[in-house]
């Protein structure tokens, strides 16, 4: 869509067609975006992702040239005034085919809503609940009262209060994955998939917040919470009962011990324990200086 679609003479300094919103650092073409600073303008000009740019007055004339305008007095309300038009009108439509193969074995106690892919062989158990935007890739299971797509909680305050913003976002399970009972898999309010990868495990209770990628082979256990826009590599190991930070990075084959806190990013191969976590080894050797 365009921006004077939505947007007022009096708003609009120069017109450019956008796909979706999102933020000024993101690898997402069409992107429109809104920046209350003047370092994230910069960072929008820097990716030719972003289309347009909703911003103040004293920042435009760092916009470059190439870009959308805005001009706003309250760009953030602005830039969800225009999520939620886009998303309303059909423009941010992250599931363009529906689809469920007739090989799926579907309880009846399941609500599957309407925009969803559900491919071969999927096995989806009693009382899940499948939202729109999900796609299940085939000889996937999905346990009793698991939840595909749920709404996460959004911290949008616009003038001290609390904005409704719809989730264009959807979820995508890969192959021969497990997601057991009681789950839930939080689909992004931006038109993006948060992502569980082939042959990936995650246990009952287990939370996975909104934008988060998990890798391969990965294991989950019962009862961990992970926020929002987490990266978590292939064939990592996290225990039970963990707390996984906003924004945190797990690279391939770390391993999360048992009830740990992440606060830091955890590089390739490491193992981690404690609140907040850190290096296994040296957490066990500083428990038993304590015990003495």
Same mark, same amino acid.
């Given at each position: 869509m365009k921006l004077s679609d939505f947007f007022q003479d009096k708003l609009?300094?120069?017109? +450019?067609?956008?796909l979706l919103t999102h933020y000024a /650092? !993101?690898?997402i073409d069409g992107i429109a975006c809104f920046c209350l600073t003047e370092n994230f303008v910069l960072k929008a000009n820097l990716n030719p992702c972003v289309k347009a740019v909703i911003t103040f007055e004293q920042f435009a004339h760092l916009v470059d040239e190439e870009k959308g305008l805005v001009i706003s007095n309250n760009p953030k309300k602005d830039y969800y005034l225009l999520h939620n038009f886009m998303y309303e009108n059909g423009f941010m439509n992250i599931i363009e085919t529906p689809f469920i193969d007739s090989s799926a074995q579907i309880s009846s106690n399941a609500v599957i809503d309407k925009s969803v892919i559900i491919e071969k062989n =999927?096995?989806? /158990?009693?009382?899940a609940v499948i939202k729109s935007g999900s796609f299940i890739k085939e000889n996937t299971y999905v346990g009793p009262h698991a939840v595909i797509g749920a709404r996460g909680m959004h911290n949008t305050k616009i003038d001290g209060h609390f904005m409704h913003v719809h989730d264009?976002?959807?979820?995508?399970?890969?192959?021969?994955?497990? =997601?057991? +009972?009681?789950a839930v898999i !939080?689909?992004?309010y931006h038109k993006e998939m948060t992502t569980v990868? /082939?042959?990936?495990?995650v246990s009952v209770k287990v939370n996975i917040g909104h934008g988060t990628k998990v890798g391969e082979r990965t294991l989950i256990a019962g009862n961990t919470q992970i926020s929002g826009y987490v990266t978590i590599g292939n064939d990592v190991w996290i225990g039970?009962?963990?707390t996984i930070s906003h924004n945190i990075k797990i690279s391939n084959n770390a391993e999360v011990k048992i009830g740990s806190v992440v606060v830091k990013s955890i590089k390739e191969a490491s193992v981690v324990s404690g609140n907040f976590a850190y290096n296994?080894?040296?957490?066990?050797k500083n428990y038993m200086k304590a015990q003495r």
């Open positions: 609009l300094k120069k017109d +450019a067609d956008v /650092d !993101q690898p =999927v096995i989806i /158990d009693d009382f264009a976002g959807g979820v995508e399970i890969g192959k021969n994955c497990e =997601v057991l +009972a009681g !939080q689909k992004s990868g /082939d042959e990936t495990k039970p009962s963990c296994h080894t040296k957490h066990l």
